[in-house]
């Protein structure tokens, strides 16, 4: 099946559903590979602290948090361990130069969201995934070249890749739109699939101890990355179309044209003699109204609703204890690790939560539309828009509770509470997005939807900057530091509650493009 290179269909329909399908298989695994490697910094710092990045640092430190007493010596003409297991322990200021870069790279994720939002909004599919492209493989050179001799590498490889994987990420989300009575469950899939990329540096980990280059392994990574360019050839060069308002109006025509429409050889209709058909024994005005004629809503109005503050608060806290939790987690784990050996292995336990994140991703879209569905039978006009939105409260109450559990695992100093925490993280860092982009798609009008997942972006990475204040408080106040965090997620609730009240809702969807199409069904 041949597919014309860079072309933007004018409507769904113009996919075929292979298509369909080929689109969203290959934006499932793109997101799945790349779009969220840099959440799994505790298996790169793993790797690099045994090639000895940034050692130096540690030459006048005391070894915090062992069970055991390990000499230290420095030969007179090199700047090296002599014991390996002092190097892939490391020390606070080790420890404080790699959550600082983590940090950094983290928070720059999300920070070019809304121009990667207005980009996916103006420039388009093509100009994001080639940009991300090129991004994410610059950043695994960097890497190759990362080592204890020239370890300021680092710095921009772990940020091109970040920066990388969010476009990517972003540019996916549109994807929800190919099947649109299965919208949630997709976008469930695709917002929830990154966390499953936090695995590539666990398998890095892997071949790394295998024995193979770390430059190699790097390489493969930038070549790996770089077939996204390849894809982006039969993917929507523009945007992937929906049917919120003028495809739901255009399928409505077709339905009621006769004889006294006209096609060309492409199916389109060109010509109309008479404004009126007969349709169901009815009269009936057909027009050829296009999106841009329909009403709109000005993007303000979204962006400084009440929902939209509450939802930047909601995934804000979400986000922020999951990023605190893989940039925290190697030092947790040191603190009552019993050696090296055991270390990795949690370390390692840590890769394999995330590549299990892939069995939730379809969790979160799947619940919100059978609740959705369920929530809309027998309804119509503005019910069917307020129930949409109201299948999100059950799951986000549910998300804010465990995320809460999760975090209050580094309350305790022990194995029990690393598998709890990770088993919750197989439930949260697909589940947080899963539910919270759904919410965004349902609540706020679709050709928002790029811009607001921008913005929304920004803010949340522009607040993410006080990871590294926290992480440094949590190293003199560690109890009050990890109950701030709890006491926050605590008051996450209050999105879903508000959700609650339905009067506020219809006041909402009553001035919504969407109205006049629900009218007419």
Known sequence: MAFAVLKQPASLREMSYIRRWLVFFSGFLETALWSG???GWASLVHILKTQGVFSHLCRDDFQEGWNETLAISLSSD????????AIARGCRAQDERFALIGTVAMVLYSTPGILIGYGLHHLGQAFT???????????????????????????????????????IRMSCLEFGNLFPERRNTVMGIVSGIY?????VFMLMQFAF????????????MAVGSSLIVFTTLFIPWHHIPNDDYEEAEYGQQLKCLTVDGTKDNSGKLTDVRTNTEVCAGKMKLVTTRKASDSPQIPLRESLFSVSMGLLQFWIFNNMFAITIFGTYFNSWINRFSKNVEEAAYYSRMFGYANILCALATPLPGSIIDALSAYLKKGKKSLDESVANVQATIAPMIFI???????????LFFSPWAVYVGLFFLIINRPGCLGVGIPFMRARFPA???????????????????????????????????????????????????????????????????????????
């Not at 607001?452 to 009050?480: D, E």
Request: charged share 10%; aromatic share 14%; with cysteine.
């Open 78 to 85: 090199e700047e090296a361990f002599t014991i390996p297991s």
């Open 209 to 220: 101890e295998a024995g193979y280059r770390w430059e190699m392994i790097c390489q493969v």
């Open 195 to 199: 966390t499953l990329s936090a695995a």
């Open 447 to 521: 050709n928002h939807f790029n811009r607001l997942i921008g913005i929304q972006g920004t803010l949340i990475a522009v607040l993410a900057t006080l990871q590294y204040p926290h992480f440094t408080w949590s190293q003199t106040h560690y109890y009050w530091a990890m109950g701030l965090v709890i006491f926050m997620l605590s008051l996450s609730v209050v999105l879903p509650l508000h959700l609650l009240n339905k009067k506020y809702l219809y006041r909402t969807f009553d001035r919504s493009p969407y109205k006049n199409k629900n009218e007419e069904a």
């Open 400 to 410: 804010s509770i465990t995320i809460t559990v999760q975090i209050s695992c580094f």
């Open 129 to 167: 995934r080639i940009t991300s492209s090129v991004l994410i493989s610059l950043g695994f050179v960097l890497l190759s070249l990362t080592s204890k001799e020239t370890p300021d590498y680092l710095w921009g490889g772990s940020i091109f890749v970040s920066v990388g994987g969010n476009m």
């Open 37 to 39: 490697t840099i959440f």
